[in-house]
Structure formats: C-alpha cells, structure tokens
C-alpha cells in the first residue's frame, strides 16, 4: 500500500501525518469521540475519530492522521506505542467484516475449545492465541538453526509410503490409484535411507498417527523435527539430542526454562526413583506412564535444576523393528526419550544398521521385509552405525507455553473429531 506506515514505527512520527493499514480490533464510543484500537503485523495503536463511522471489529481499514503523544494520564504502559495515538482524517475501509459470533476485544478471548477451534481463522487473529504461533515459530527456526549447524542438509521425505513405519494399528491407509498405500507415521525410513547419502540429515515433516484415543496430548497429524546421523555411537546422540533439544528451546528466549544438566536415567533407574519419591510401583512396566513423567520431571528440577531430562534403555519389545538392542542386555535397547515439563517431547534411538539383523527384527516384528524393499537397499549396500531423533512441535509448544490442550497449538488441529470442522455435523 503506497505510503504505508507500520503501527509501531509511529513511535518515531510523533508530530507527523501517517497512513497506517490494518484490523480494527477494538471500538469504544465517548459520546461524540470514536475510539479504535487498530492493529496490524507490527503492533496495535489507538486511532480517535471525531466524526461518526460505521466501524465493527476485523474492518479492514487504511487510515490517515497525525500522530500525537497521549497526555500524561492517558497513557497505556502495557502496549509499545502506548504514549501515542492517531488522530484520524481520513478512512477508507478495504473490508467489511460480519458481526464476529464472539467479543474479541477482551483481554482474554473466554471460548471453550470447540469453540475455539470451530472459528479457527477468526480465533487465530486474537493476540495472545497468534503469540503461540510465534513462538511456534521459533521452535522451528531454532530447530533449523542448530541441525545446520551440526552440519545435517535438510531433506523433504514423502508422506505416502507403501509401508507402516513405527508398526501398530495407527495408520491412515489412503487410495493410491488402483491400490492401497500408507500415510507415513514419521520420516523415519527416509531419514535413515539418506545418511548413505549426506551422512547428516535433518527434516520438518508431518506425521499422520490414526491415534483412536482423544487425549490432550495425541493429534492425528502432528510435526515432527528429525535429526538422523551416520557415525555415531550412542554416547554421541546422546550429547547431540541434548543439544538440539536445548538449543531449540533456548531460540525462544523464553526465560522462564531450568537449564541445568540434563540427567540422564534408564527406564529402571527412572521407577527406581519414582517408586522411591511417591510409593508407586511400576518398576516392571515396559514405559513410564503420563504420571510417571510428570513425577521424574518434578524431580529433574528440583535435583537438578533442569526442566528436561534424557530416559534411556526401553524393552526392545516395546520400541519399533529399527532400534538397536542394547548388546550388553539385548532385552533392552538403545533408545532415548527426552522429557521436558513433565511430556515426551523426544523419541529415538540408535539404529540396527547390519542388514541381516534388520530383515529379522522386521519379521520378529510380525511384518514383511518385502513391504521394506528400497528402505533394505540403503542397509544392502553399505549403512555406517547411525541413529537419530524426533522431536514433537505440537509438544514443545505446549509445554513451554502451558498449554492444556495440544490442539491449542496446532494451527489447524486434526484429531479423531476434527478436519477443520467437526465431523459429527
Ligand atoms: P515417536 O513416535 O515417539 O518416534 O514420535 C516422536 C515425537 O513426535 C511427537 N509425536 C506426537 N505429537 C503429537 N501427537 C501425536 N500423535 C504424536 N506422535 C508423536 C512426540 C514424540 O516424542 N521415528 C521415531 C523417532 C526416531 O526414532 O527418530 C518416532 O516417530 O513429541
């Protein structure tokens, strides 16, 4: 829009005439003085119109005025341009909005869920609900930050695969032209197929679980962050999964997260302590229960200082066909999750990388290695030690804001209920 100013940038115009674009966000009428508090990607500003106008909340407006410091009494310490207003002259409105089915001026948006969530683009305007998405950002951005700089390329993996990854009965099965094939559960297999190729890769990819359960904490498609990397140990992914998770988090810059050493447990060691600090027992089971992760992260930072903690050595049993046994115990495996404010926001593990021992644990896992063909390819021709990670986006976000719904922060939340709308309309 030629000559637009951003909101914020009229802190520097005071005395000067602007023309700032953008949402009406509030309207309050004093008697003959029109009030608007306008928004736009910047920032938001209040306008004062002397002359009656038919504005309502989401207008789309251009409005031209001068820009005049607030008097003293009337000055808003909780907005950056607080100590200023626009006083307007003239209006063009680009966009008329219908009456909004809810207030959104308020200093909450005071909605239930559904609600929520049924008026998604108009919720996803309201301030604080599109500060998630920022920080959402972020995460992601942080995330790409440090994969680069551990040097994995960034790699885009099909979400159609003619095989379920991570096993289980949750998977989308989808019409492929005249056959059936899978949404893929991760990018576990492509990840894998490309440390041959560029040893170090990272991905961004969606991950479609047709999880049956409705939880605050599964979605049906969710994003996951992954790292894969050829030549490791499990030591290394250990310090590298460390790694990414706190350089992700400490991107945000959000001040509130325990940074301490990460402790590290195994699964036993985590019941240990568990059945050590409350009395509950469940020292033979084969995953820590949501109580369980709760508690051991209640513990990491009060002994620790830390808001995160690295649980290792899950029963082979329970972990998908590509973990590696533990060779000292082959009951258990090399596998790791990361826990942070009391969720899993991490998964992973080293990798069987021998091809033999690959083909088995497929068929010890009740599948066909015929339906693995080009994932077996890369193990057939030459695959170093590896292994990698997967963190949950949707988890992140959740738990460093404090939300109590994952579908709070996903943009457009699916889940046995919901594409977009609800299915039971
Ligand atoms: P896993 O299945 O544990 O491992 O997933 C890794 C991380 O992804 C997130 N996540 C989910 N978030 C929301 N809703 C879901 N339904 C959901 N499922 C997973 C979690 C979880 O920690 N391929 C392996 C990873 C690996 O070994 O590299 C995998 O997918 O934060």
């Given at each position: 829009?030629?000559g637009?100013?951003l909101?914020?940038?009229?802190n520097n115009?005071?005395?000067?005439?602007?023309?700032?674009c953008g949402?009406?966000q509030?309207r309050?009428d004093?008697?003959?003085i029109?009030f608007?508090d306008?928004?736009d990607?910047?920032?938001i500003?209040?306008?004062?119109i002397t002359?009656k106008q038919d504005l309502?909340?989401?207008?789309?407006?251009?409005?031209e005025g001068?820009?005049?410091?607030r008097p003293?009494?009337?000055?808003n310490?909780n907005i950056p341009?607080?100590?200023?207003e626009?006083?307007?002259?003239?209006?063009?409105v680009l966009?008329?909005?219908?009456?909004?089915?809810?207030?959104?001026?308020?200093?909450e948006?005071?909605?239930?869920?559904?609600?929520l969530?049924?008026?998604r683009?108009?919720?996803l305007?309201?301030p604080?609900v599109k500060e998630?998405?920022r920080?959402?950002?972020?995460?992601l951005?942080g995330f790409r930050?440090?994969?680069?700089?551990?040097?994995?390329?960034e790699i885009v993996?099909p979400?159609?695969a003619?095989s379920?990854?991570e096993?289980?009965?949750?998977v989308?099965?989808?019409?492929y032209?005249?056959h059936?094939?899978?949404?893929?559960q991760s990018?576990?297999l492509y990840?894998?197929?490309?440390?041959p190729v560029f040893?170090?890769?990272?991905?961004i990819?969606?991950a479609f679980?047709a999880?049956?359960s409705?939880t605050?904490?599964h979605?049906?498609v969710?994003?996951?962050?992954?790292?894969?990397?050829?030549?490791?140990?499990?030591?290394?992914l250990?310090d590298l999964?460390?790694k990414?998770?706190?350089?992700t988090?400490?991107?945000?810059?959000?001040g509130?997260?325990?940074f301490?050493?990460?402790?590290r447990?195994?699964l036993?060691e985590?019941?240990?302590?568990i059945?050590?600090?409350?009395?509950?027992d469940?020292?033979k089971?084969?995953d820590?229960t949501?109580q369980?992760e709760?508690?051991?992260?209640?513990w990491?930072l009060?002994?620790?200082?830390?808001?995160?903690v690295?649980i290792t050595?899950?029963p082979?049993?329970a972990k998908?066909f590509?973990?590696m046994p533990d060779p000292?115990?082959?009951?258990?495996?090399?596998?790791?999750d990361?826990l942070?404010?009391?969720?899993?926001?991490?998964s992973g593990?080293?990798?069987i990388?021998?091809y033999?021992?690959l083909?088995?644990?497929?068929?010890?896992?009740?599948m066909?290695p015929?339906?693995f063909?080009?994932?077996?390819q890369a193990f057939?021709y030459?695959?170093?030690?590896?292994?990698?990670f997967?963190?949950?986006?949707?988890?992140?976000?959740?738990?460093?804001l404090?939300l109590?719904n994952i579908?709070?922060?996903?943009?457009f939340p699916?889940d046995?209920?919901?594409?977009?709308v609800r299915l039971?309309?």
């Amino acid at each position: 829009m030629e000559g637009r100013s951003l909101i914020l940038d009229c802190n520097n115009k005071i005395g000067e005439k602007v023309k700032i674009c953008g949402w009406v966000q509030v309207r309050r009428d004093h008697g003959k003085i029109l009030f608007l508090d306008v928004l736009d990607r910047s920032g938001i500003i209040q306008v004062v119109i002397t002359d009656k106008q038919d504005l309502h909340p989401q207008d789309v407006v251009c409005i031209e005025g001068k820009v005049n410091k607030r008097p003293e009494n009337l000055v808003n310490k909780n907005i950056p341009t607080g100590e200023i207003e626009i006083s307007a002259e003239n209006i063009e409105v680009l966009s008329k909005a219908e009456e909004l089915p809810f207030d959104m001026g308020g200093k909450e948006l005071d909605l239930q869920l559904p609600t929520l969530l049924d008026f998604r683009s108009l919720t996803l305007r309201y301030p604080k609900v599109k500060e998630i998405f920022r920080v959402q950002a972020k995460i992601l951005e942080g995330f790409r930050k440090i994969a680069k700089e551990l040097d994995c390329v960034e790699i885009v993996v099909p979400e159609i695969a003619a095989s379920s990854t991570e096993g289980g009965a949750e998977v989308f099965k989808v019409d492929y032209f005249d056959h059936k094939a899978f949404l893929t559960q991760s990018p576990q297999l492509y990840k894998q197929m490309l440390v041959p190729v560029f040893e170090r890769v990272f991905t961004i990819a969606h991950a479609f679980r047709a999880e049956p359960s409705v939880t605050t904490r599964h979605l049906a498609v969710a994003t996951q962050m992954d790292c894969e990397f050829g030549f490791v140990d499990f030591e290394d992914l250990l310090d590298l999964l460390e790694k990414v998770g706190s350089e992700t988090l400490k991107y945000t810059q959000d001040g509130s997260i325990a940074f301490g050493k990460i402790p590290r447990l195994t699964l036993r060691e985590t019941q240990e302590i568990i059945f050590k600090e409350t009395g509950r027992d469940n020292r033979k089971e084969k995953d820590l229960t949501p109580q369980d992760e709760v508690d051991i992260c209640n513990w990491a930072l009060k002994n620790h200082k830390s808001d995160l903690v690295t649980i290792t050595h899950f029963p082979t049993k329970a972990k998908p066909f590509y973990t590696m046994p533990d060779p000292k115990d082959p009951q258990y495996s090399l596998s790791y999750d990361l826990l942070f404010r009391g969720v899993e926001i991490m998964s992973g593990s080293q990798r069987i990388n021998d091809y033999e021992q690959l083909v088995e644990s497929i068929i010890s896992h009740g599948m066909d290695p015929k339906n693995f063909e080009m994932y077996l390819q890369a193990f057939k021709y030459g695959m170093p030690p590896e292994g990698g990670f997967s963190f949950g986006l949707e988890r992140m976000t959740m738990h460093l804001l404090g939300l109590a719904n994952i579908r709070e922060a996903s943009l457009f939340p699916r889940d046995m209920e919901r594409v977009d709308v609800r299915l039971s309309k």
